[in-house]
């Protein structure tokens, strides 16, 4: 029987944003599809070679404000037409125009709950440990080291073939991150 620890992924380290670039498109290229990569400033070429992770995103988002369009417009429904209806001026008592602007900002209000706490929910936030922080060299990601960490969860992953191809990109070292 082994007493090995369960693996969370294999970690390489760069010196500079051009090499973590080429080796996130490697990645890609090579059919791997859960990977992070881990900059001490943002590297706007990433965005475009890692793979979205939580497309479901959008819809929470379009959903929340939705429930909150739906239920302020109801609400102010039937507050005008059902529980006090108040005849002024001859107006109807379902005058929506004037539901537009509450309604509206419902709407909005209701979307970005949905982003925030869709968003927390989804990366598993807040999260006071993670595995890389086990990782000694992983210190160095918000001072100058770049990171690419291939997640033991992707289809493609094998420990001893993910760590040859990470160590074929030419990376300064390369880690085996526990759980």
């Known amino acids: ?8 992924g294999v970690l390489a ?29 943002p590297v706007e070429e990433l965005s475009e070679t890692i793979p979205v992770r939580y497309p ?14 739906l239920s302020a417009f109801s609400t102010l429904y039937y507050a005008s037409v059902i529980n006090y209806p108040l005849n002024i001026g001859g ?17 909005v209000l209701g979307a970005a709950f949905a982003a925030v706490f869709g968003v927390l929910a989804l990366s598993g936030l ?18 100058d080291r770049f990171f690419l960490c291939i997640e033991a969860n992707d289809p493609k992953f094998d420990v001893e073939a993910t760590t040859k191809f990470l160590v074929s990109l030419d990376a300064l070292g390369v880690s085996h991150v526990d759980d």
């Open 91 to 107: 107006r109807p008592l379902n005058s929506w125009p004037s539901f537009i602007p509450i309604t509206f900002e419902l709407t």
């Open 56 to 69: 479901i995103l959008p819809l929470l988002v379009l959903t929340g404000g939705i429930i909150g369009g």
């Open 126 to 143: 807040p999260m006071p440990y993670h595995p890389l922080f086990n990782v000694k060299e992983f210190a160095r990601a918000s001072q």
């Open 13 to 41: 380290e760069f010196a500079n944003p051009t090499a973590l670039v080429a080796a996130t498109k490697r990645a890609r290229d090579e059919g791997y599809t859960r990977f992070e990569a881990y900059t001490p400033f």
């Open 1 to 8: 029987m082994s007493s090995q620890s369960p693996i969370y």
